[in-house]
Structure formats: structure tokens, C-alpha cells
């Protein structure tokens, strides 16, 4: 089992940034995939940014250049900075971690939710 704790989400005005944090702590093998995904009230949730535990990153086109995703593999954290907010960022940030284990069986790990308010 993979536990994933948030933190920094909160209020901001337009244009400010905020830091998200996301630590897996448990029975860690080989976390392949780390990620963050958001979800607004009446959608869908939606990838924002992910990166493999080489460092390969993908982004949604909405945060291109404004969104930057980075990993302390030795501490199985990811982070995500993200600047030039906008109201249309506010949501609640889920981080999402894909683990490998020893037997090459993959689980998908969901955090608790973290809120992020962009007031223009």
C-alpha cells in the first residue's frame, strides 16, 4: 500500500502562485508515474501535469508555461509550482501516483484532495 499526503494548496489572487507538495510513504517499490490532476466543481477531473521517475514530464495545454512539475525520487515527492494563476485554475488538486511492484503489477494511488482558490 502507497499512502500520498498533500499539502500547499489555499487562496490566491490572480497572477500570484502557489507550491504543491505531494509525499507517497508506505510499501514503495518503484513509483513509475507521479502526477497531479484537478477537478472543478460540475467537471470532469482533468490531468494537469505528470513526470516518470526518469524526469519525462507531460503538461495540459492550459498550463503550458505556467505549470511546472518536479520529483525528489529519494523522497518519492512530487511538486508542482504553478504561477500566473487564474481563476479558472481553481479547483481541488488531487496528486495521483502509479506503483510498480517487485512482481511488475501496477497500482494507481489517489491523494485526499487539496484546495487551490484563484480570486481575480
Known amino acids: 500500500q502507497v499512502q500520498l499526503v498533500e499539502s500547499g494548496g489555499g487562496l490566491v489572487q490572480a497572477g500570484g502562485s502557489l507550491r504543491l507538495s505531494c509525499a507517497a510513504s508506505g510499501s514503495i517499490f518503484r513509483i513509475v508515474l507521479m502526477g497531479w490532476y484537478r477537478q472543478a466543481p460540475g467537471k470532469q477531473r482533468e490531468l494537469v501535469a505528470s513526470?516518470?521517475?526518469?524526469?519525462?514530464?507531460n503538461y495540459a495545454d492550459s498550463v503550458k508555461g505556467r505549470f511546472t512539475i518536479s520529483r525528489d525520487n529519494a523522497k518519492n515527492t512530487v511538486y508542482l509550482q504553478m504561477n500566473s494563476l487564474t481563476p479558472e485554475d481553481t479547483a481541488v488538486y488531487y496528486c495521483?501516483?502509479?506503483?510498480?511492484?517487485?512482481?511488475?503489477?501496477?497500482?494507481?494511488?489517489w491523494g485526499q484532495g487539496t484546495q487551490v482558490t484563484v480570486s481575480s
Open positions: 513526470i516518470t521517475d526518469g524526469g519525462s514530464t
Open positions: 495521483n501516483a502509479i506503483h510498480r511492484n517487485r512482481f511488475t503489477r501496477t497500482y494507481n494511488y
